[in-house]
Nanobody, 124 residues
Framework: QGQLVESGGGLVQPGGSLKLSCVAS????????IGWFRQAPGKEREGVSC????????YYADSVKGRFTISRDNAKNTVYLQMNSLKPEDTAVYYC?????????????????WGQGTQVTVSS
């Protein structure tokens, strides 16, 4: 059975940076896209970014374009989310998830496997 484990969250001041990691394991974890999502208290889960597992194309929500960068290291089965110029509104639990769909999507319902999440808090 596949497993996703996120790490790297924490408390950071506005304008600061964090780098999240998501390690994918399990030979059944066969996916085409892996994405980062976030959920703030009282809000719906939203897509942040995703990357194609085969050719590496990347996609971002408008709210994070120019500030966040998604990348992967296939040798380590790890996907990263570099977050710069963080704002208080970026505060949320961040999740990684995978989908077997070939269609690019930042819709949570299109993703199958989910990690447990890592908390990111942006506050002074």
């Amino acid at each position: 059975q596949g497993q996703l484990v996120e790490s790297g969250g924490g408390l950071v001041q506005p304008g600061g940076s964090l780098k999240l990691s998501c390690v994918a394991s399990g030979f059944t974890l066969n996916y085409n896209y892996i994405g980062w999502f976030r959920q703030a208290p009282g809000k719906e889960r939203e897509g942040v970014s995703c990357i194609n597992n085969h050719e590496g194309s990347t996609y971002y929500a408008d709210s994070v374009k120019g500030r966040f960068t998604i990348s992967r290291d296939n040798a380590k089965n790890t996907v990263y989310l570099q977050m710069n110029s963080l704002k208080p509104e970026d505060t949320a639990v961040y999740y990684c998830a995978t989908t077997k769909s070939w269609l690019v999507s930042l819709t949570p319902a299109d993703y199958d496997y989910w990690g447990q999440g890592t908390q990111v808090t942006v506050s002074s």
